[in-house]
C-alpha cells in the first residue's frame, strides 16, 4: 500500500506573510478556506483581475490586492505562495520563483508543484483536525472532514480547557505529567468491543 509521507504541521499564519497569484474561482476558494480557519492570517493577492466575491471577502479581511500580472517581485518578504491562475505556465513560473527563493508554494491542482496542500479541516473551538489525502483525492478528504464535524463532540473544547487547568495542578516532571494525563484521557478512546460470538 502506498504511504502518505507528508509531515503535518499547524502553522500561524498570522506570523508568516502569505501571497495568493490569482483572482478567479480557485483563489476565492483557497482564500475563503485560509480566513475561515485562520481569520487573522497575512494575506496578500495578485491578479489582473478579481471576482466580485473575491473582493468582497478581501475586504472585509483587509487583504492587500495588486491588480497586475504576477512578477517575481511580489515574492518578497514572502513565506508561503499559493498559485491559483489558469494559465499553467504563470504558475509553474510562481513554482521556480518561489523554489529560487526558499519559499513554501503551493500549485492548485498540480501535486508535482507543491510543497505543501491544504487539506481538509474539522475546528471546533480549540481542536482542529486536520485531513490530507496526499493530494489524490480532495473530494475524500472534503467527506472525511463532514463525518468527523459529525462525530466529534461539540462540547470537546470544555473537556480541553478542563484538561489544561488539569494538566497545570499536576505534580512531577515531565514524563510524570504525560503519564498522569494518559491514564486520566485512555477512557476517551473507546476500542471497539470483540464480538463474543
Not at 491578479?47 to 473582493?55: A, N, Q
Not at 510543497?115 to 489525502?133: L, Q
Amino acid at each position: 500500500m502506498e504511504r502518505n509521507e507528508l509531515y503535518p504541521v499547524f502553522l500561524k499564519v498570522s506570523n508568516l506573510n502569505i501571497l495568493i497569484v490569482g483572482g478567479g474561482n480557485v483563489a476565492l476558494e483557497k482564500l475563503t478556506f485560509l480566513l475561515k480557519s485562520s481569520p487573522s492570517a497575512q494575506v496578500e493577492m495578485v491578479s489582473p483581475f478579481y471576482r466580485e466575491e473575491t473582493i468582497a471577502l478581501a475586504t472585509k479581511f483587509g487583504i492587500v490586492m495588486h491588480l497586475s500580472d504576477y512578477n517575481k517581485s511580489f515574492l518578497k518578504s514572502k513565506h508561503m505562495v499559493v498559485a491559483t491562475t489558469d494559465k499553467v505556465e504563470v504558475n509553474e513560473q510562481v513554482y521556480h520563483d518561489c523554489r529560487a527563493e526558499s519559499i513554501l508554494v503551493n500549485v492548485a491542482d498540480n501535486p508535482p508543484f507543491c510543497d505543501f496542500y491544504m487539506g481538509g479541516i474539522v475546528t471546533k473551538g480549540n481542536v482542529k483536525v486536520a485531513i490530507s489525502t496526499n493530494g489524490k483525492s480532495p473530494t475524500t478528504a472534503k467527506r472525511l472532514r463532514q463525518f468527523f464535524e459529525d462525530v466529534i463532540p461539540e462540547n470537546i473544547d470544555d473537556l480541553v480547557k478542563n484538561l489544561n487547568e488539569f494538566r497545570k495542578t499536576i505534580k512531577g516532571d515531565f514524563e510524570e505529567k504525560v503519564e498522569t494525563l494518559n491514564e486520566f484521557t485512555k477512557g476517551l478512546v473507546s476500542k471497539k468491543d470483540k464480538d463474543p460470538n
